[in-house]
């Protein structure tokens, strides 16, 4: 539903106590990266009037549309999915490498667009059939794709970029309303969310590593002083009682939908809440690092799926269908910025979703999920690629 900011902010959201942890927790999960020292900007700076993509960007930033849903894929012959959701990227022989994305429909699934070293479209194919409803999901360090449906019956599915290998069903990893996954390779474990007002924070952990077919499926407990206890799901096929309900005392968490891990740290966004949570691993303590409902500057609403960048930049889309919809980011000292703003006709009742970064770090993918709608009809979606000078450094 289309509306303004003002009237989102307006929605009662429910009473959830915030965990405040003060500097010494922030300084265990980020180091001395969190002092006064370095640069004094913020952000990227100040954004242009949109483009003929409807995207506002920094200067020195410029975008590329690379596929529109129900239309062939530039220079290939492939006919691209409508909703595009999550996405990821892998590289690939050559110098090139593979973004993947969901489809958030009844068909659901998921494709691929093969780009070369040089960054352009080489191929584009489909990489998994007969699910539904794929919203997002996570990359693996040894290079396939988890792709969660977002059903209350929904599973991880473990695909190949390359499309060369069918896709498998990973039951171990629970049946839940999935919505996305990151893996943390030194604890060898993989964290997942579910997109649910009641919903749970999860880690699955392998009996063997890179071998999903089995292991241990936990919930978390967030105490009020921040420390997560996990705690094993009795029948992760959720056969008689839904998953996230056989824990008695687990934390519910207001529609945890983003999640990504970087450096030690999990970060999560939770849409229904609008806030942005960092786990310490190491700690296995947990925080409220941006509350979109809070006092002080709060650019962002409806937090949704978010990475990383190469410096330690967290980018975060906006689940927020209004006339101006955000990629905001929070740097390694905590400040907020808007990054990308989409506007205008193409994006009108739109979100954005996916976003996500190449190998190399020097160019930004993400989906405008309903983008170039007709006479007030939700549109097909759009993938676009946004290239400039980004930090590739960490502070």
Request: charge should be positive; proline fraction near 5%; include cysteine.
């Amino acid at each position: 539903m289309a509306g303004t900011r003002r009237q989102f902010m307006a929605v009662g959201v429910g009473a959830v106590a915030t965990v405040g942890l003060g500097t010494a927790f922030w300084d265990e999960v980020f180091g001395a990266a969190r002092s006064t020292a370095g640069s004094p900007r913020r952000g990227y700076g100040p954004r242009r009037a949109a483009n003929e993509h409807g995207l506002r960007l920094p200067e020195g930033f410029e975008s590329k549309l690379i596929a529109r849903g129900e239309e062939p894929v530039p220079g290939t012959d492939y006919r691209w999915h409508l909703a595009s959701d999550g996405m990821a990227t892998f590289p690939a022989q050559g110098g090139g490498w593979v973004l993947v994305s969901n489809s958030e429909t009844l068909e659901g699934g998921a494709s691929a667009v093969r780009f070369d070293a040089h960054g352009r479209v080489h191929s584009a194919y489909r990489i998994l059939r007969g699910t539904s409803h794929n919203c997002s999901g996570g990359g693996t360090p040894w290079g396939t794709w988890l792709s969660c449906e977002e059903l209350p019956s929904g599973s991880v599915w473990e695909c190949d970029p390359r499309g060369r290998r069918q896709a498998v069903r990973r039951p171990a990893m629970g049946v839940f309303k999935h919505e996305a996954a990151a893996v943390d390779p030194g604890g060898k474990r993989i964290y997942l969310t579910e997109d649910l007002m009641d919903g749970g924070v999860y880690r699955f952990t392998p009996s063997r590593w890179h071998d999903l077919s089995e292991g241990l499926l936990e919930i978390a407990t967030v105490a009020r002083n921040g420390k997560v206890a996990w705690t094993e799901i009795p029948d992760p096929s959720a056969g008689r009682v839904e998953t996230r309900r056989q824990v008695r005392g687990s934390t519910r968490f207001k529609r945890a939908e983003g999640i990504w891990h970087d450096d030690g740290v999990v970060y999560i966004a939770t849409t229904g809440d609008s806030r942005v949570y960092a786990y310490n691993i190491r700690r296995e303590r947990i925080g409220v690092l941006y509350d979109g409902l809070g006092e002080g500057y709060t650019p962002l609403l409806r937090v949704d799926q978010l990475t990383a960048s190469r410096a330690g930049e967290v980018f975060i889309c906006e689940d927020l269908a209004t006339e101006e919809i955000d990629i905001g980011m929070i740097d390694r000292r905590g400040r907020v910025s808007k990054f990308v703003s989409a506007t205008g006709r193409i994006h009108a009742g739109s979100e954005l979703t996916g976003v996500t970064f190449d190998p190399s770090g020097r160019r930004m993918y993400f989906s405008s999920q309903r983008a170039y709608g007709k006479n007030g009809h939700e549109g097909p979606g759009a993938i676009f690629e946004v290239s400039g000078p980004f930090r590739r450094a960490r502070a």
